[in-house]
């Protein structure tokens, strides 16, 4: 079998935008985009700090669970220690910032390749695991990174953490947390939208036969991976200079897997729209009953994932897509 | 289309969420917000420090409030972690709006908050936080009350230079308070010519110290000193027991100065040696102790450890600045703070130029019949301190 | 058919991960070297005998935790998170039982009488083992059951949901505090070496109940389904083993077995409801290291944490904090090296 073979698709392709609907829609649905970016450009100017930081840190979940989508929603690969690279990001910048007084804005592209390195580091040899063994080799890189800042205090300041100079810094990580979240949803949309996403899609659904029909598997996994990586490693460090403290158990916290996973389940994973709304629903959800009822809130975090992935597996996006709502090709 | 739709549907929802109102607190109360520790491994001294703020909003009520206002607390759980902590302040300062502001628990968490005071320039008095470091960062609203974590163990290592013992190890958990201490008590040891044989950290995970005490006895150290909070401190001492070590003094911060400990671990507590800010004996003569410490007992049926005194005395500090400054606005206050000198139950409160309260020592007790009792310093001794401390074979059977 | 990766990139990986490797490996080098200048007189046999023992005694815990979990596995592929939360939840009843429902006269038959304090043992484990059984039982039917043989992440996030639920419901109803049970606190002082009774009882127990697992596999009928099951689920229902109800006593099984670990542990450590995830990753590197579903590998593994952990904690300098990597370095690179584990696992299809 040749290449050739996937490059001519008899699969349904979610081919380009245009196909699939009239000029006119697609002009409405690019309107719409603008409309809700524009709205969250003006947000800060209408607001207070702690709504301005609410709606930062929804943002941040946008990024990593539409990151976590790539490897685990198009791929098909369950990273579980996906936090790894936000936290990588997080104490590049921590660092930077911190001891060598470099402007925070500047450290973010190292944050993030430096994410995207340990991602390839590790993706070599880890993608080779499949299902379950995977999942949990990621998860148990993330404790060796953990325990590796707890203990590698020159560098990490171990579990004193990291302070950085105090600034104000609110609408400047708000603006910078907007642009990660909205380039993130359009890689995401052209990943999806691609060849690429394809195959990824192919791996996902069988990779043995995939590979059968020369889709070099190794390769893609291996870009999907560190494209993955990428995205939670510049939020990771806009995230560090938001909070101007880090260390170690709240970095490399198991709980933003977490986070992630269900956020991306609950949209819908596989899908671009999907991580955005439930990272945008569970979020809110999870901060309101965190600040009325405390005690519960966690209870109820485990009953609602337990209660999404028995009876809505495919998520909110799936839902949708199976009544008809929702054209396949389109956010697919 | 619909895909949109959904997707500015969930848009609004969290919209209108957000819109919840700002601060339902009545307007003609004074609100005093702060996170605390309520779950998670600092919970039993920041439970304390709470307790204490707890003592006295009741009676600044029942006294007529604050200002002629009424006051009301506002204690929002951290879960013990500093990235929560932040976020809360930052909530409690600019969408609940509350007047004035406690401080957390623990060194740490105050080290990450104090940069979100420090930007809504809201003054605190850190009752929860005694590492120095905090306060060589150039902050300007953010004063001490306690004294210095380097301090904590200084009477341990008098002690066993005084009796003679040379070699000493110090075991710490990885954290801010607990590194200053066992940092601190290094220093110490090297003045009076002593010898660290071992200078281990562990991390605030550890429940199991066994292999960390085996070291400690191959070393043939006479002196354990611990830089440590409660679960450390007990797991540290019923281990002991059981690998049958007999150290000649066995001495630990924070963890031996809780109720709990004795209560806990019931004739193992015997002997243990810990320091502690205050304790609640009368002797120590401050004034208005012997008042403080019956109020406490009556109203949580258990006597006061330093915490609570600390969490009571910060309000006090915090209720006089208001008083003197005559409203409360932030600057002002922090003017009343840094200039105020007082003498509270709980000790003198004077701030030096970098705002830590300087004039404050430390004392070391032991536990003698379950009793937390003073050994140290000499003039405020209320005992001899029993050292070298008994074998584990020689102690009456339990 | 798939491409081949290009030498040098093996060529690059290699290097980078020698390096990687090498830096933490230096570190601890001369952490160790600094320690035997400094204590090379005390570093004696009797003292790395001792610490050998220790850290048998403490992998025997391990094992009886990584044995339920690697049953689980193995039978019916699934990584159960929540597994470290069952151990709490073991612990927390032997708290309620010991502190709150025995009379405070009692106490004292634990804590002063060998004899007794293992009899209190054995008959706690007796009435909590049936109820934990059940427990797991319950999970299994309500939680675990549609959705064994589905994708991997599912039953992932189902056991993470419900350790929350677990974590937070304990929190809840104790409190985030540690507790601790006043159990005998002694040591069983052999020549040079301390043993903790608490631990002694502890390996013994986990001695009795690793027997008896053993011989309800090798030797009960019911015990050679699960083997069946484990090895091809699909054969064993050809052949006539009810395939569900194996899953039902699996999961009880496995329950049950965490639960014993979890008693184990509030005999001589203190614990809180946060307590699981101290134990899980390292079950997780155990059962690795052992095998899938091999319970003779998970026994061995947990015992070479043990001893692994020890050894490092001791002969390390700050090895306190060193000690906690060994199990999640292990299980990298068992995953890497040798998926199917020391001893060899059952196969994946």
């Known amino acids: 079998m040749s290449k050739r073979a996937l490059e001519a698709p008899a699969a349904p392709a979610p081919a380009s935008l245009a196909e699939e609907l009239p000029a006119g829609k697609a002009a409405l649905q690019l309107a719409a985009i603008a409309l809700s970016l524009f709205s969250f450009v003006l947000w800060p100017g209408l607001v207070n700090v702690y709504q301005i930081s609410f709606v930062f840190f929804g943002l941040q979940y ?36 911190a001891k060598h007084g470099w402007p925070w804005y500047l450290t973010l592209p190292l944050a993030g390749l430096l994410a995207v390195v340990w991602a390839a580091f590790i993706g070599f040899p880890c993608l080779r ?43 400047s990580t708000y603006y910078a947390g907007l642009a990660v979240a909205a380039l993130t949803v359009a ?9 690429f996403g394809l195959r990824l899609a192919a791996i996902r659904e069988d990779e043995t036969a995939a590979e059968a029909m020369g889709v070099p598997t190794t390769r893609y996994k291996m870009y999907a991976f560190m494209l993955s990586a990428f995205w939670p490693g510049v939020i990771g460090g806009i995230v560090a200079y938001k909070l101007l403290y880090i260390e170690p158990d709240s970095t490399f916290f198991i709980a933003i897997t977490v986070n992630m996973i269900t956020m991306a389940m609950l949209g819908g994973k596989g899908t671009v729209l999907g991580p955005v709304i439930g990272a945008a629903i569970l ?15 966690l209870i109820a975090y485990g009953a609602f994932i337990i209660l999404i992935v028995l009876f809505v597996p495919r998520g909110i996006m799936g839902y949708l897509i199976d009544r008809g709502w929702v054209a396949k090709g389109v956010i697919q | 289309m619909k895909n949109l739709k959904g997707f500015m549907t969930a848009a609004a929802v969290a919209a209108a969420m957000l819109a919840f109102p700002a601060g339902a607190w009545a307007a003609q109360e004074v609100v005093v917000g702060g996170a605390i520790s309520l779950t998670g491994r600092y919970s039993e001294p920041a439970g304390r420090l709470k307790d204490g703020r707890t003592l006295w909003v009741e009676e600044v009520n029942a006294r007529g409030g604050l200002l002629g206002r009424k006051v009301r607390l506002v204690l929002r759980d951290d879960r013990s972690d500093p990235s929560t902590a932040v976020k809360l302040y930052e909530r409690l300062l600019t969408q609940e709006k509350v007047d004035l502001c406690v401080a957390p628990y623990s060194s740490p968490i105050t080290e990450a908050t104090a940069s979100i005071t420090e930007r809504y320039k809201c003054p605190i008095v850190a009752d929860g936080a005694a590492t120095r470091s905090i306060w060589g960062k150039g902050r300007k609203y953010i004063f001490g009350l306690v004294g210095p974590s380097d301090d904590y163990l200084r009477g341990a290592v008098e002690i066993a230079a005084k009796k003679g013992y040379k070699r000493i190890a110090i075991v710490n958990e990885d954290s801010l308070f607990s590194k200053a201490a066992a940092n601190g008590a290094a220093m110490y040891a090297k003045k009076h010519g002593l010898q660290v044989v071992l200078k281990e950290e562990y991390p605030r995970t550890q429940t199991d110290f066994r292999p960390l005490l085996l070291k400690v006895k191959a070393l043939n150290a006479d002196a354990l000193l611990g830089g440590s909070y409660f679960v450390d401190a007990a797991a540290i001492t019923r281990q002991l027991k059981e690998l049958n070590i007999n150290l000649k003094i066995w001495a630990a911060t924070v963890g031996p100065g809780l109720p709990r400990f004795t209560k806990d671990l019931g004739p193992l507590a015997e002997y243990v040696l810990g320091s502690t800010q205050w304790e609640p004996v009368p002797a120590l003569g401050y004034p208005g102790i012997k008042e403080f410490i019956a109020k406490y007992a009556k109203r949580f049926g258990e006597k006061p450890n330093y915490h609570a005194s600390q969490g009571y005395a910060a309000m006090l500090i915090l209720e006089e600045a208001v008083k003197k400054a005559g409203k409360l606005d932030r600057e002002a206050l922090r003017e009343q703070l840094t200039k105020l000198d007082m003498m509270t139950h709980y000790g003198r409160y004077k701030v030096g130029p970098d705002g830590f309260n300087s004039g404050k020592g430390l004392l070391l007790f032991q536990i003698l019949k379950g009793e937390r009792r003073l050994v140290w310093p000499e003039e405020s001794q209320e005992v001899a301190p029993v050292v070298p401390l008994p074998a584990w074979d020689k102690r009456p059977t339990m | 058919m798939a491409e081949r990766t290009p030498g040098w990139v093996y060529a690059v990986y290699l290097a980078l991960a020698l390096a990687g490797a090498g830096l933490p490996l230096a570190l601890a080098w001369e952490g160790f070297v600094g320690w035997l200048a400094q204590a090379r007189s005390m570093t004696s046999l009797a003292v790395t005998l001792q610490v050998l023992a220790s850290g048998i005694l403490q992998g025997g815990l391990y094992a009886v935790i990584a044995m339920g979990l690697t049953m689980i596995f193995g039978v019916m592929r699934i990584i159960n998170v929540a597994h470290g939360e069952f151990l709490m939840v073991g612990a927390y009843m032997a708290f309620v039982f010991f502190m709150m429902l025995l009379p405070e006269e009692l106490h004292s038959l634990f804590t002063s009488n060998l004899g007794m304090a293992i009899l209190g043992v054995g008959v706690f484990l007796l009435i909590c083992l049936p109820l934990m059984f059940l427990f797991g039982m319950g999970v299994q039917r309500l939680l675990l059951n549609p959705v064994v043989g589905g994708p991997e992440l599912t039953p992932l996030l189902i056991t993470f949901g419900l350790s929350l639920i677990l974590i937070n419901t304990f929190i809840s109803v104790f409190s985030s505090d540690f507790r601790a049970i006043p159990y005998m606190s002694g040591a069983l002082v052999v020549g040079n070496l301390a043993l903790g009774y608490p631990q002694v009882i502890s390996v013994a127990v986990s001695a009795a109940v690793t027997g008896g697992v053993f011989g309800f596999l090798k030797f009960s009928r019911l015990g050679k389904a699960v083997r069946a099951t484990a090895q091809n689920a699909d054969v064993a229902m050809v052949c006539g083993v009810n395939v569900e109800r194996i899953y039902l006593y699996t999961f009880g099984f496995g329950t049950a077995l965490a639960a014993t670990g979890g008693v184990l542990i509030s005999i001589q450590l203190a614990f809180s409801p946060e307590i699981g995830g101290i134990y899980i990753l390292r079950s997780f590197a155990i059962i690795i290291l052992g095998g899938r579903g091999n319970y003779l590998g998970a026994l061995a593994g947990g015992i070479l944490l043990g001893v692994i952990e020890g050894f490092i904690s001791f002969f390390v300098s700050q090895g306190s904090q060193l000690q906690e990597l060994a199990a999640y370095t292990l299980l990298v690179f068992m995953l ?3 998926p199917q584990g020391l001893l060899g696992g059952i196969a994946d299809e």
């Not at chain 1, 685990?72 to 990001?89: D, E, L």
């Not at chain 1, 890689?187 to 060849?195: G, L, Q, V």
């Not at chain 1, 959800?285 to 405390?294: D, G, H, M, T």
Request: glycine residues 10%; neutral net charge; proline residues 3%.
């Open chain 1, 62 to 97: 946008v990024v990593l669970a539409s990151s976590w989508n790539i490897i685990s929603g198009f791929t098909g690969y369950v990273s579980f220690g996906h936090v790894a690279f936000f936290g990588i990001g997080s104490y590049t910048t921590a660092i930077l910032v």
């Open chain 1, 129 to 171: 695991l499949k299902g379950p063994y995977f999942a949990i080799s990621m998860m148990g890189l993330n404790e060796v990174l953990r325990v590796v800042a707890l203990s590698w205090e020159s560098l990490t300041g171990g579990g004193l953490g990291i302070t950085m100079p105090n600034a104000e810094n609110s609408v």
């Open chain 1, 187 to 195: 890689m995401c949309y052209a990943i999806a939208h691609s060849r």
């Open chain 1, 283 to 297: 979020y809110t959800a999870q901060e309101l009953v965190w600040w009325y009822i405390p005690w519960l809130h």
């Open chain 3, 336 to 338: 890497l090296v040798r």
